[in-house]
């Protein structure tokens, strides 16, 4: 009886761990969801560091300049925190950088600001070197999320990305952010065209007819419900196999 009741209690911890793997833990750019259903991007990438991602569609055909569309999503170091993305022209690192800097504003609403990243001792906003279409912000549920359109110059084929997270701001400035290994090594190449045309892993084109749908041809929908599915099935599966463990153990006794 001793055993039976010790293996009920073993079978509800097991089964108690399971219920708090949540499937944003498991979550990556292919299943993010968007809050406007039409929000759809070609490409998507896990940034290897800060638990960031990307997704982006790049337009060479697009007039006078070809088009980047982003939207890079990160928690901040802490919820009243930052979050940031930026091309650099002129090297891989910070500095040079031309940002996009997303924060709650003093109303609670989330805001994103440009800054030239000429200095490592402060930073104001300013104006980029590119062209910003458009941007705006969101945060939810501790996740900031920057959406933008930055118009680049003819020809490029890759660029330098940099990305940061904030534990603070004060007075409306960003404040210095944390020097580990983790935010050090936040930055990267963004290949934004293929340059094989055996390269099936490189960047998708930018949309240029629908499915029928209304989401473009190879396009990613934000509201991808294909990744969410999978963890789904995951999480079920995992509960079926705890279920017939506990029927087997119990009634081997």
């Given at each position: 009886?001793?055993?039976?009741?010790?293996?009920?209690?073993?079978?509800?911890?097991?089964?108690?761990?399971?219920?708090l793997?949540?499937?944003?833990?498991?979550?990556?750019c292919?299943s993010?969801?968007?809050?406007?259903?039409?929000?759809?991007?070609s490409?998507?990438?896990?940034l290897p560091?800060?638990?960031a991602?990307?997704?982006?569609t790049?337009?060479?055909?697009?007039r006078?300049?070809?088009?980047?569309?982003?939207?890079?999503?990160?928690?901040?170091?802490?919820?009243?925190?930052w979050?940031?993305w930026?091309?650099n022209?002129?090297?891989?690192?910070m500095?040079?950088?031309?940002?996009?800097?997303?924060?709650?504003d003093?109303?609670?609403?989330?805001?994103?600001?440009?800054y030239?990243?000429?200095?490592?001792?402060?930073?104001?906003?300013?104006?980029?070197?590119?062209?910003?279409?458009?941007?705006?912000a969101?945060?939810s549920?501790?996740?900031?999320?920057?959406?933008?359109?930055l118009?680049?110059?003819?020809?490029d084929?890759?660029?330098?990305?940099?990305w940061?997270?904030?534990?603070s701001?004060?007075?409306?400035?960003p404040v210095?952010?944390?020097?580990?290994?983790?935010?050090?090594?936040?930055?990267g190449?963004?290949q934004?065209?293929s340059?094989?045309v055996?390269?099936?892993?490189?960047?998708?084109?930018?949309?240029?007819?629908?499915?029928?749908?209304?989401?473009?041809?190879?396009?990613?929908s934000?509201?991808?419900?294909?990744?969410?599915?999978?963890i789904c099935?995951?999480?079920?599966?995992l509960?079926?196999?705890?279920?017939?463990l506990?029927?087997?153990?119990?009634?081997?006794?």
């Open positions: 009886m001793a055993s039976s009741l010790q293996l009920s209690s073993s079978l509800l911890l097991i089964a108690a761990a399971a219920l793997i949540s499937p944003a833990t498991s979550q990556t292919k993010q969801t968007f809050a406007q259903r039409n929000t759809k991007f490409n998507c990438t896990d560091s800060l638990k991602q990307l997704h982006w790049y337009d060479p055909s697009a006078p300049n070809p088009t980047l569309n982003v939207a890079f999503i990160a928690p901040p170091a802490r919820p009243e925190g979050v940031a930026a091309l022209p002129t090297g891989s690192g500095l040079g950088a031309q940002a996009l800097i997303a924060f709650k003093t109303n609670g609403s989330a805001v994103v600001k440009t030239n990243i000429s200095s490592y001792s402060s930073i104001a906003e300013s104006r980029i070197s590119y062209e910003v279409l458009s941007k705006r969101e945060f549920d501790g996740v900031m999320r920057i959406f933008a359109t118009a680049l110059p003819m020809g084929e890759k660029v330098n990305q940099v940061q997270v904030g534990p701001v004060k007075d409306g400035v210095k952010h944390d020097f580990s290994p983790e935010n050090l090594n936040s930055k190449t963004l934004l065209v340059t094989s055996e390269d099936k892993n490189g960047p998708a084109a930018a949309p240029t007819s629908s499915n029928g749908s209304g989401a473009p041809t190879g396009a990613q934000g509201n991808d419900s294909g990744g969410s599915s999978r099935a995951s999480v079920l599966g509960y079926g196999a705890l279920v017939l506990g029927v087997s153990l119990f009634l081997g006794f």
